[in-house]
Protein backbone atom coordinates (compact mmCIF):
# COMPACT_ATOMS: atom_id res chain seq x y z
CA UNK A 1 0.00 0.00 0.00
CA UNK A 2 1.44 3.68 -0.67
CA UNK A 3 2.62 6.08 1.99
CA UNK A 4 -0.06 8.54 0.88
CA UNK A 5 -2.60 6.19 1.35
CA UNK A 6 -1.73 4.81 4.77
CA UNK A 7 -1.04 8.25 5.61
CA UNK A 8 -4.66 9.22 4.54
CA UNK A 9 -6.37 6.24 6.21
CA UNK A 10 -4.78 7.13 9.24
CA UNK A 11 -6.16 10.52 9.14
CA UNK A 12 -9.40 9.20 8.72
CA UNK A 13 -9.63 6.69 11.61
CA UNK A 14 -8.43 9.42 13.75
CA UNK A 15 -10.84 12.16 13.05
CA UNK A 16 -13.54 9.07 13.60
CA UNK A 17 -12.06 9.04 16.97
CA UNK A 18 -11.46 13.08 17.43
CA UNK A 19 -14.87 13.39 19.75
CA UNK A 20 -12.74 11.08 22.52
CA UNK A 21 -9.49 11.89 22.46
CA UNK A 22 -10.43 15.41 22.89
CA UNK A 23 -11.90 13.97 26.38
CA UNK A 24 -8.34 13.43 27.55
CA UNK A 25 -5.13 14.87 28.96
CA UNK A 26 -3.21 14.71 25.73
CA UNK A 27 -3.39 16.58 22.58
CA UNK A 28 -2.74 14.02 19.45
CA UNK A 29 -0.98 16.02 16.63
CA UNK A 30 -0.41 14.04 13.19
CA UNK A 31 1.39 15.76 9.96
CA UNK A 32 3.14 15.75 6.68
CA UNK A 33 5.56 18.01 4.95
CA UNK A 34 6.25 17.28 1.17
CA UNK A 35 9.48 18.84 -0.77
CA UNK A 36 11.69 18.72 -4.21
CA UNK A 37 15.18 17.56 -3.82
CA UNK A 38 18.26 18.04 -5.84
CA UNK A 39 21.20 18.35 -3.19
CA UNK A 40 24.24 17.59 -4.84
CA UNK A 41 26.36 14.76 -2.47
CA UNK A 42 29.67 13.37 -2.14
CA UNK A 43 29.99 9.84 -1.35
CA UNK A 44 33.12 7.48 -1.04
CA UNK A 45 35.00 4.97 1.19
CA UNK A 46 38.19 7.44 1.23
CA UNK A 47 38.63 10.97 1.83
CA UNK A 48 40.97 11.28 -1.50
CA UNK A 49 38.52 9.12 -3.46
CA UNK A 50 35.22 10.74 -3.18
CA UNK A 51 32.85 11.19 -6.53
CA UNK A 52 30.25 14.12 -6.42
CA UNK A 53 26.66 13.34 -7.52
CA UNK A 54 24.34 15.68 -8.99
CA UNK A 55 20.70 13.61 -9.11
CA UNK A 56 17.29 14.52 -10.79
CA UNK A 57 14.62 16.56 -8.67
CA UNK A 58 12.92 13.81 -6.70
CA UNK A 59 9.68 14.89 -4.31
CA UNK A 60 9.98 13.63 -0.81
CA UNK A 61 7.92 13.90 2.43
CA UNK A 62 8.26 13.27 6.32
CA UNK A 63 5.59 12.01 8.26
CA UNK A 64 5.11 12.72 11.88
CA UNK A 65 3.03 11.43 14.94
CA UNK A 66 3.20 13.80 18.36
CA UNK A 67 1.47 13.69 22.00
CA UNK A 68 1.35 17.07 23.82
CA UNK A 69 0.48 17.75 27.46
CA UNK A 70 0.00 20.01 30.61
CA UNK A 71 1.26 17.20 32.94
CA UNK A 72 4.17 17.85 34.93
CA UNK A 73 7.40 15.93 34.78
CA UNK A 74 6.41 14.48 31.64
CA UNK A 75 7.75 15.58 28.61
CA UNK A 76 6.18 15.73 25.00
CA UNK A 77 6.91 13.23 22.64
CA UNK A 78 6.92 13.36 18.64
CA UNK A 79 8.05 10.43 16.16
CA UNK A 80 8.41 11.46 13.06
CA UNK A 81 10.05 9.41 9.70
CA UNK A 82 11.42 11.11 6.54
CA UNK A 83 13.03 9.51 3.28
CA UNK A 84 15.06 10.81 0.67
CA UNK A 85 16.40 9.02 -2.47
CA UNK A 86 17.81 10.19 -5.83
CA UNK A 87 19.75 8.69 -8.73
CA UNK A 88 22.23 10.10 -11.24
CA UNK A 89 25.56 8.86 -13.36
CA UNK A 90 29.48 9.85 -14.08
CA UNK A 91 31.73 9.63 -16.10
CA UNK A 92 35.13 8.85 -14.06
CA UNK A 93 37.93 11.48 -14.27
CA UNK A 94 39.96 8.37 -12.09
CA UNK A 95 39.57 5.20 -10.82
CA UNK A 96 37.21 5.05 -8.10
CA UNK A 97 36.98 2.55 -5.43
CA UNK A 98 33.35 1.57 -4.18
CA UNK A 99 32.02 -1.79 -1.69
CA UNK A 100 35.52 -3.41 -2.90
CA UNK A 101 35.06 -2.24 -6.53
CA UNK A 102 37.27 -0.54 -8.45
CA UNK A 103 35.74 1.43 -12.04
CA UNK A 104 38.44 2.13 -14.18
CA UNK A 105 38.87 5.92 -15.63
CA UNK A 106 36.21 7.43 -18.10
CA UNK A 107 33.88 4.35 -16.79
CA UNK A 108 29.92 5.87 -17.10
CA UNK A 109 28.91 4.79 -13.66
CA UNK A 110 24.73 5.19 -12.56
CA UNK A 111 24.31 5.51 -8.88
CA UNK A 112 21.16 5.47 -6.75
CA UNK A 113 21.59 6.25 -3.03
CA UNK A 114 18.58 6.43 -0.44
CA UNK A 115 19.05 8.06 3.00
CA UNK A 116 16.31 6.95 5.55
CA UNK A 117 15.83 9.11 9.43
CA UNK A 118 13.52 7.78 11.97
CA UNK A 119 13.30 10.84 14.75
CA UNK A 120 12.02 10.50 18.62
CA UNK A 121 11.94 14.30 20.05
CA UNK A 122 11.67 14.69 23.89
CA UNK A 123 10.57 17.86 24.61
CA UNK A 124 9.76 20.38 27.11
CA UNK A 125 8.00 23.86 26.83
CA UNK A 126 10.12 26.53 28.61
CA UNK A 127 7.51 29.58 27.76
CA UNK A 128 3.81 29.25 26.47
CA UNK A 129 1.88 32.37 26.77
CA UNK A 130 -0.92 33.47 23.58
CA UNK A 131 1.82 35.19 21.48
CA UNK A 132 5.02 33.21 21.85
CA UNK A 133 5.74 29.40 22.81
CA UNK A 134 9.39 28.09 23.15
CA UNK A 135 10.45 24.33 23.57
CA UNK A 136 13.72 22.64 24.65
CA UNK A 137 14.73 18.97 24.22
CA UNK A 138 16.69 16.53 22.39
CA UNK A 139 16.11 14.81 19.05
CA UNK A 140 17.91 11.59 18.58
CA UNK A 141 18.01 10.49 15.07
CA UNK A 142 18.52 7.09 13.58
CA UNK A 143 19.61 7.58 10.08
CA UNK A 144 20.45 4.80 7.44
CA UNK A 145 22.40 5.17 3.95
CA UNK A 146 22.61 2.42 1.47
CA UNK A 147 24.34 3.40 -1.95
CA UNK A 148 24.02 1.24 -5.13
CA UNK A 149 26.31 2.26 -8.04
CA UNK A 150 26.50 -0.15 -11.33
CA UNK A 151 28.88 0.46 -14.72
CA UNK A 152 26.81 1.58 -17.46
CA UNK A 153 27.21 -0.81 -20.08
CA UNK A 154 28.40 -3.48 -17.86
CA UNK A 155 27.92 -5.71 -15.46
CA UNK A 156 30.33 -4.17 -12.60
CA UNK A 157 27.96 -3.02 -9.68
CA UNK A 158 28.54 -2.50 -5.91
CA UNK A 159 26.76 -1.33 -3.01
CA UNK A 160 27.48 0.06 0.68
CA UNK A 161 25.50 0.83 3.68
CA UNK A 162 25.95 1.90 6.74
CA UNK A 163 23.10 3.17 9.95
CA UNK A 164 23.90 5.34 12.99
CA UNK A 165 22.17 7.24 15.82
CA UNK A 166 22.84 10.91 16.25
CA UNK A 167 21.68 13.51 18.92
CA UNK A 168 20.62 16.80 18.49
CA UNK A 169 19.66 19.89 20.90
CA UNK A 170 16.21 20.94 19.84
CA UNK A 171 15.02 24.40 19.77
CA UNK A 172 11.60 25.65 18.69
CA UNK A 173 9.84 28.93 18.52
CA UNK A 174 6.51 29.53 17.70
CA UNK A 175 4.21 32.88 17.69
CA UNK A 176 1.55 33.76 16.38
CA UNK A 177 -1.65 37.18 16.27
CA UNK A 178 -4.30 35.75 18.48
CA UNK A 179 -7.52 35.54 16.75
CA UNK A 180 -6.13 36.00 13.12
CA UNK A 181 -4.57 32.65 12.61
CA UNK A 182 -1.57 33.64 11.40
CA UNK A 183 1.85 32.47 13.02
CA UNK A 184 5.69 32.09 12.02
CA UNK A 185 7.96 29.36 13.70
CA UNK A 186 11.47 28.33 13.39
CA UNK A 187 12.98 25.28 14.71
CA UNK A 188 16.50 24.17 15.23
CA UNK A 189 18.11 21.14 15.56
CA UNK A 190 22.06 20.62 15.93
CA UNK A 191 24.42 17.37 16.23
CA UNK A 192 28.06 17.07 15.77
CA UNK A 193 28.29 17.63 11.66
CA UNK A 194 24.43 16.72 11.08
CA UNK A 195 21.17 19.54 11.71
CA UNK A 196 17.81 20.13 10.57
CA UNK A 197 16.66 23.74 10.53
CA UNK A 198 13.11 24.51 9.62
CA UNK A 199 11.33 28.37 9.58
CA UNK A 200 8.32 29.37 7.75
CA UNK A 201 4.71 30.71 8.30
CA UNK A 202 1.49 28.99 8.68
CA UNK A 203 -2.07 29.25 9.05
CA UNK A 204 -4.16 27.82 11.54
CA UNK A 205 -8.11 26.54 10.80
CA UNK A 206 -9.62 26.66 14.19
CA UNK A 207 -13.34 27.67 14.93
CA UNK A 208 -13.88 25.56 17.80
CA UNK A 209 -14.05 22.36 15.77
CA UNK A 210 -12.58 18.98 16.38
CA UNK A 211 -9.89 18.50 14.61
CA UNK A 212 -7.99 22.14 14.07
CA UNK A 213 -5.49 22.29 11.40
CA UNK A 214 -2.45 23.99 10.47
CA UNK A 215 -1.06 24.47 7.14
CA UNK A 216 2.93 25.60 7.02
CA UNK A 217 4.66 26.73 4.10
CA UNK A 218 8.57 27.11 4.65
CA UNK A 219 12.45 26.77 4.35
CA UNK A 220 14.53 23.87 4.87
CA UNK A 221 17.68 23.26 5.36
CA UNK A 222 19.20 19.64 6.18
CA UNK A 223 22.60 18.57 6.56
CA UNK A 224 23.22 14.32 6.38
CA UNK A 225 26.69 13.15 7.48
CA UNK A 226 28.54 9.87 7.71
CA UNK A 227 32.17 9.72 8.21
CA UNK A 228 34.81 7.43 7.61
CA UNK A 229 34.32 5.63 11.11
CA UNK A 230 31.00 4.87 9.75
CA UNK A 231 32.00 2.77 6.69
CA UNK A 232 31.15 5.20 4.35
CA UNK A 233 31.70 8.74 3.58
CA UNK A 234 28.73 10.77 2.64
CA UNK A 235 27.29 14.52 2.71
CA UNK A 236 24.12 16.11 1.58
CA UNK A 237 23.45 19.52 2.52
CA UNK A 238 19.64 20.47 1.38
CA UNK A 239 18.26 23.73 1.00
CA UNK A 240 14.85 24.26 0.25
CA UNK A 241 11.06 25.22 0.25
CA UNK A 242 8.20 22.65 1.83
CA UNK A 243 4.67 22.51 2.16
CA UNK A 244 3.34 21.06 5.36
CA UNK A 245 -0.11 20.20 7.35
CA UNK A 246 -0.42 19.26 11.19
CA UNK A 247 -4.31 18.12 12.25
CA UNK A 248 -4.70 18.35 15.99
CA UNK A 249 -7.18 15.99 17.96
Not at 76 to 90: D, F, I, K, P
Not at 141 to 167: C, F, H
Amino acid sequence: MKPLLKFALFVGMLFWVSPLLAKGPFTFTIGADQWKQDAPATYGVANDNLLAFSGQSETNRQYELSITHKLPILPNVRLSSSSNEQTGTNTLAQTYVLGGEAYSVASQLSSVHKTKAFDLLLSYPVFDVSILKMDLGLLTRYQELDIATSKVGDTQQSQVDSDKIVPMVHVNIQSGVPLLGFFVFAEFNKGDSNHLYQSGIGYTFDNNLIPDVDLKLGYRKESVDFSLSDGVIFNQDLDTTFAGMRIRF
